[in-house]
């Protein structure tokens, strides 16, 4: 569902406000299929309706950016264990600057994604491979962390040393690329999987979150598909995408 930029605002507020060593348990929740807690791994918007939402506040395809913002609910942490993660998502059409923080849209945790099973069969499970090596270690990473540390990618370690992040920002041309293919798909999910890699200057923060769209190409029907210049978007076997190639905020800005 679409919401409102005060409420994005106070997500982040929250998220920014909150104590490090309190962080950790943000990213916790309680599966009451599975009775039994995990830790968080994959967002996802989904649905026609959701779908479209999102894409009508894109102006000009050509000149967008779609920016994943990073937010925490109003969650007592110190609580027990809940059903909804304290950690929030909010995928954003950025179209001109002034737009911070509006036409966002929330993601929902996913319990039982790709991610959340595909561990069990180990990385050399033909089905769950990922020819987007790069997105899959990035996941792996944030999986395998433990759980005092979880803070610690979201904390520059370089350049803006010391700073909280606050979002992601996808180029024009990956924004493109994402663009056409949740067009093309049929299936209408997008999933965000929160991953962890390597801080450089250039990117102060080992925290990356990978974007999936599923279906972005029909492999049995040898579809070609074509993406914009300098995009990435690599794909599995299944014809879904992914993206990891985001510049934190800060120090970037749109």
Not at 22 to 41: G, M
Not at 76 to 98: M, R
Not at 233 to 240: A, H, M, V
């Amino acid at each position: 569902m679409k919401t409102k930029s005060k409420n994005v605002a106070k997500a982040a507020e929250h998220w920014q406000r909150c104590r490090q060593e309190d962080l950790p348990r943000a990213f916790y929740a309680y599966d009451d299929e599975e009775n039994q807690s995990e830790r968080v791994v994959t967002f996802r918007l989904k649905g026609e309706q959701n779908i479209e939402r999102l894409l009508k506040e894109i102006k000009d395809p050509q000149n967008f950016k779609f920016i994943v913002h990073l937010g925490l609910g109003n969650a007592d942490l110190s609580a027990p264990i809940p059903s909804t993660p304290a950690f929030e998502l909010y995928l954003q059409v950025y179209n001109e600057k002034g737009d911070w923080q509006e036409n966002c849209v929330q993601l929902a945790w996913e319990k039982n994604a790709r991610f959340s099973k595909a561990m069990e069969d180990g990385t050399d499970s033909g089905t769950n491979a990922i020819p987007a090596a790069s997105a899959y270690l990035f996941v792996q990473s944030w999986l395998e962390m433990p759980e005092f540390a979880l803070a610690k990618p979201f904390t520059a370690a370089t350049r803006v040393m010391g700073q909280r992040v606050k979002a992601y920002i996808f180029s024009p041309e990956e924004s493109l690329s994402i663009l056409q293919d949740i067009k093309n798909s049929s299936k209408n999910i997008v999933d965000i999987h929160l991953g962890s890699g390597l801080a450089v200057w250039d990117h102060p923060f080992s925290f990356r979150p990978v974007v999936e769209v599923q279906g972005a190409v029909n492999l049995k029907d040898n579809e070609v598909r074509t993406t914009p210049m300098n995009a990435t978007g690599l794909l599995n076997e299944d014809g879904d995408s992914y993206y990891d190639f985001a510049k934190p905020c800060p120090p970037g800005a749109p």
